[in-house]
């Protein structure tokens, strides 16, 4: 088996750049501007991850309050059905 420098992949990095991980010695020349660039995209795409987390959540509790309204709602029909007097 051959030694192999293995780079991170997208699923274990979460980032959107797909570019393969560089040496350590190439990294040292690369151009501080893309990787200044590269960094500033993985800034942006955890920013918009965890905004999309909150919008769901915000979504969940909308839908939980919306249920808990619709519950209150049976409930009370349930009491007024219990409150009306039946016919004997």
Known sequence: ???QAVGQSFSETNEPDSTPVLAEGAREQEDPIVRLDRALQRISFALDKKK???ERQGLEVQELAANVDALISRV?????????PEDK
């Open 1 to 3: 088996m051959q030694d």
């Open 52 to 54: 999309q987390s909150q």
């Open 76 to 84: 009370r029909d349930a009491l007024a059905q219990t409150d009306t």
